[in-house]
């Protein structure tokens, strides 16, 4: 097939699922070409050796890659992200007709949702088929309405895009959903269910794959023979660190168990006050680490630690967090509820309990300390066959893959 990619992320930035994606589909056979911006995420900053220019296109790893220019800004407000992300859509729709002219199929990784906007013209146009595949539900991923009457601005901009969503599942010709609550959502919203299927995300293999802990990786997190247990990503409102730093604290010289904090994020600087208000000797903050150091360093923790806030817009989405430790054939505590805790438990690779419950994650840091290492063992062993059987880079690409070839032949007269 010929297969265009379009895409507002794409590596160089850390854009693993649409960049896996095209340089695995390539490798099969396709030819694909990627409709991309100039990388600036997340810096708001052109990256160096790049400039933004009208023609700019590249081979890499057998994929074709054109690039177009948008505004870009490493100011962080609503209306500097809305401007990023309209003049995008603008280059991306100018530039598609003649580039993408050919495709049988596009892939459409959303959001955001002027992504969609080359991929729309495209089937206005020569009636090219569009797969989307989604990562995340608008409006509630970026405002949410008012029903008390009050915030009619937000209220409008929560409408129309209520309704740019519903136009948007109806015209596309398969979506793909990273959870199966997701799926429901869509569901609700317009989609037709025979054309929405939940294909779970994958992680980047290269980067998370089982190793195992090393005295070099021990020492650079701190371990000190405890049960240790790792969160390794942002520190940020989605995640609220703040309920491990008190579920740890509260175990603090009465079980051995350490949490260990690797990342940074707007809630950091938060998180290290309280720690110190509580005195947890327990609570070590390690700050940011180069991404190729991650799997060793997984791999010196007993358990990676997974958290999502109690907000009905996360109970049907699975953090990327997931998939890394378990790619990773790592044990999990999730602090988490809908489709995380679901899986978690379903597949038997860690222990789980409500979102935002610092005692309930008390009572699992506790329990986890009490699991022999040959049950431990174990758990990391499902951790990794669930990860090949469900999320690996190979079952999502076949799937989507198929989804393609579903939707090309849709086009062909019968």
């Given at each position: 097939?010929r297969?265009?990619?379009?895409?507002y992320?794409?590596?160089?930035?850390?854009?693993?699922?649409?960049?896996?994606?095209?340089?695995?589909?390539?490798?099969?056979?396709?030819?694909?070409?990627?409709?991309?911006?100039?990388?600036?995420?997340?810096?708001?900053?052109?990256?160096?050796?790049?400039?933004?220019?009208?023609?700019?296109?590249?081979?890499?790893?057998?994929?074709?890659?054109?690039?177009?220019?948008?505004?870009?800004?490493?100011?962080?407000?609503?209306?500097?992200r809305?401007?990023?992300?309209?003049?995008?859509?603008?280059?991306?729709?100018?530039?598609?007709?003649?580039?993408?002219?050919?495709?049988?199929?596009?892939?459409?990784?959303?959001?955001?949702?002027?992504?969609?906007?080359?991929?729309?013209?495209?089937?206005?146009?020569?009636?090219?088929?569009?797969?989307?595949?989604?990562?995340?539900?608008?409006?509630?991923?970026?405002?949410?309405?008012?029903?008390?009457?009050?915030?009619?601005?937000?209220?409008?901009?929560?409408?129309?895009?209520?309704?740019?969503?519903?136009?948007?599942?109806?015209?596309?010709?398969?979506?793909?959903?990273?959870?199966?609550?997701?799926?429901?959502?869509?569901?609700?919203?317009?989609?037709?269910?025979?054309?929405?299927?939940?294909?779970?995300?994958?992680?980047d293999?290269?980067?998370?794959?089982?190793?195992g802990?090393?005295p070099?990786?021990?020492?650079?997190?701190?371990h000190?023979?405890?049960?240790?247990?790792?969160?390794?990503?942002?520190?940020g409102?989605?995640?609220r660190?703040?309920?491990?730093?008190?579920?740890?604290?509260?175990?603090?010289?009465?079980?051995?168990?350490?949490?260990?904090?690797v990342?940074?994020?707007?809630?950091?600087?938060?998180?290290?006050?309280?720690?110190?208000?509580?005195?947890?000797?327990?609570?070590?903050?390690?700050?940011?680490?180069?991404?190729?150091?991650?799997?060793?360093?997984?791999?010196a923790?007993?358990?990676?630690?997974?958290l999502l806030?109690?907000?009905?817009?996360?109970?049907?989405?699975?953090?990327?967090?997931?998939?890394?430790?378990?790619?990773?054939?790592?044990?999990?505590?999730?602090?988490?509820?809908?489709?995380t805790?679901?899986l978690?438990?379903?597949?038997?690779?860690?222990?789980?309990?409500?979102?935002?419950?610092w005692?309930?994650?008390?009572?699992?840091f506790?329990?986890?300390?009490?699991?022999?290492?040959?049950?431990?063992e174990?758990?990391?062993?499902?951790a990794r066959?669930?990860?090949?059987?469900?999320?690996?880079?190979?079952?999502?690409?076949?799937?989507?893959?198929?989804?393609?070839?579903?939707?090309?032949?849709?086009?062909?007269?019968?």
């Amino acid at each position: 097939m010929r297969i265009g990619v379009i895409s507002y992320w794409f590596p160089p930035e850390p854009a693993f699922i649409p960049g896996c994606l095209a340089e695995e589909l390539a490798a099969r056979g396709h030819e694909v070409r990627v409709l991309t911006g100039f990388p600036n995420h997340p810096t708001g900053r052109i990256y160096p050796g790049y400039r933004q220019r009208w023609r700019a296109q590249s081979v890499e790893g057998g994929v074709t890659i054109r690039r177009v220019p948008s505004y870009v800004s490493h100011d962080g407000t609503a209306a500097r992200r809305m401007a990023r992300q309209l003049t995008y859509a603008m280059s991306s729709a100018l530039a598609a007709p003649g580039y993408l002219s050919g495709v049988d199929a596009v892939y459409v990784y959303f959001p955001p949702a002027g992504a969609y906007a080359a991929a729309a013209l495209l089937r206005l146009l020569r009636r090219v088929p569009a797969v989307l595949h989604l990562q995340d539900v608008w409006p509630e991923g970026v405002t949410a309405p008012s029903p008390d009457g009050r915030g009619e601005r937000a209220g409008m901009v929560h409408g129309l895009l209520s309704r740019t969503m519903r136009a948007i599942y109806r015209s596309a010709s398969g979506i793909a959903v990273i959870a199966p609550s997701m799926r429901d959502v869509v569901i609700e919203r317009g989609a037709d269910p025979e054309k929405v299927r939940v294909v779970l995300n994958w992680t980047d293999e290269r980067l998370f794959r089982p190793l195992g802990p090393t005295p070099a990786a021990r020492r650079a997190i701190g371990h000190r023979g405890r049960t240790t247990i790792m969160h390794a990503g942002t520190m940020g409102p989605f995640q609220r660190v703040d309920t491990a730093v008190r579920a740890a604290a509260a175990l603090d010289g009465k079980h051995d168990v350490d949490l260990v904090l690797v990342g940074s994020g707007p809630e950091e600087a938060q998180s290290r006050r309280l720690a110190e208000e509580l005195g947890a000797t327990n609570v070590r903050f390690l700050g940011w680490r180069p991404p190729a150091e991650m799997a060793e360093l997984y791999a010196a923790a007993e358990y990676q630690l997974v958290l999502l806030r109690d907000l009905p817009a996360l109970r049907g989405s699975v953090p990327a967090k997931l998939q890394a430790a378990l790619s990773a054939g790592a044990p999990v505590v999730a602090s988490a509820g809908g489709d995380t805790a679901d899986l978690v438990e379903r597949a038997r690779v860690g222990l789980s309990c409500p979102p935002e419950d610092w005692q309930a994650l008390a009572d699992r840091f506790a329990l986890a300390t009490m699991i022999p290492s040959a049950a431990r063992e174990e758990m990391a062993r499902r951790a990794r066959d669930s990860y090949l059987a469900r999320m690996s880079l190979r079952a999502g690409v076949d799937q989507m893959e198929q989804m393609l070839a579903e939707a090309a032949a849709s086009r062909r007269p019968r």
